[in-house]
């Protein structure tokens, strides 16, 4: 039980969270111990997510909570199963996915923004409504109200955490003499050395990457994850020919420290009714704690001051 609530973070400064229990203790002996779980809720099963070594350790039934600042957050009532609310992890430089495969794809051109699962349009974002990430309102399309609400329109309003950088890259090679060292990040899918501007590492929207010295790719990638630049790169012709004598070399491309998440707390929510537990919810990740109701009290789980996270909760939570 003491792995429940524990926290994990991943190269990108995404916080995953072990799902819990709630263990509320009866005030009187009429009232029987009841147990509410969060073991199911936002379990980790997103689209094209991380290899197994970028969370330590890789547990199932772990919940997706944000906190890169890459990521959208989508808000509504949706009554459905596998409804697109919550957050949607970024995969590429224009589209992010949800736990459950449902996609957003943002158009810069006119600031557009499309929803989708495997089968159709759920929902879309009018031309005008954002300028660099799908923040603003979704409007259910009939596929959308007939697929995840019951026949009936629905709204999601988005929000951006709203921060674009990645961590550096060191680069080592096996052979020759390429640019190895430390490679900071320029923006979405692109580094370049520290040492020497003219080498970059830039990964496509295929999720293939290549390495450059400015005059001609020197080593390759093939496809990889979600625009992240790790990885091994397979030296080109050009690379040999001019950095190892024609033979081939590989360059290892890793990432030199875990991005630090945005500032923020990492909670659960306790659902009230008549002032006792009625079920257990989250989790959810925000800049500041949302004020307690009396149908809702919130309890921390882990708190980033934007450079570390700090574990606040781990084990079960009592209630009496």
């Keep these: ?7 994990w973070l991943d190269v990108e400064g995404n916080l995953y969270m072990q799902g819990g229990t709630l263990i509320a203790i009866p005030n009187h002996a009429t009232d029987p111990t009841e147990v509410y779980t969060l073991s199911e809720v936002g379990a980790l099963n997103i689209a094209d997510t991380p290899a197994p070594f970028r969370i330590v350790p890789q547990l199932g039934g772990q919940a997706f909570v944000g906190g890169s600042g ?3 957050i989508t808000a509504g009532t949706v009554s459905g199963t596998n409804a697109p609310v919550g957050y949607f992890r970024q995969l590429s430089e224009l589209e992010w996915a949800d736990q459950y495969g449902s996609v957003i794809t943002f158009d810069p ?13 759920i929902a879309t974002m009018p031309a005008g409504a954002a300028t660099t990430a799908p923040y603003g309102t979704f409007t259910a399309t009939t596929y959308g109200e007939d697929t995840y609400n019951g026949g009936s329109g629905f709204t999601l309003a988005s929000s951006y955490e709203g921060r ?13 003499t390429a640019q190895t060292g430390v490679y900071s990040s320029t923006g979405w899918g692109a580094w370049w050395s520290d040492d020497d501007n003219d080498w970059t590492v830039t990964v496509a929207t295929d999720g293939s990457a290549e390495i450059s010295d400015n005059t001609d790719v020197v080593a390759t990638r093939a496809t990889g994850a979600d625009g992240i630049g790790d990885g091994v790169y397979i030296s080109t012709a050009y690379g040999e020919t001019t950095y190892n004598s024609g033979d081939p070399f590989a360059m290892i ?14 909670y659960v929510t306790v659902n ?15 800049s500041a704690m949302p004020a307690n109701s009396g ?16 574990q606040i909760q781990r084990g079960p939570i009592f209630w009496k």
């Excluded at 051109?109 to 349009?121: C, K, L, Q, W």
């Design 1 to 7: 039980m003491s792995d429940q609530f524990q926290t």
């Design 70 to 72: 890459r990521n959208v």
């Design 109 to 121: 051109s006119d600031g557009s923004a499309v929803m989708e699962d495997s089968t159709d349009t």
């Design 164 to 176: 674009t950088e990645w961590p550096s890259l060191t680069i080592e090679v096996d052979g020759g």
């Design 253 to 266: 491309a890793t990432f030199v420290s875990v991005s630090a998440p945005i500032a923020g707390f990492l």
């Design 272 to 286: 009230l009714t008549t002032g006792n537990p009625s079920s257990l919810s989250g989790p959810s990740f925000a």
């Design 295 to 310: 149908t809702a009290k919130h309890v921390p789980v882990a708190y980033s001051d934007g450079s570390t996270v700090y």
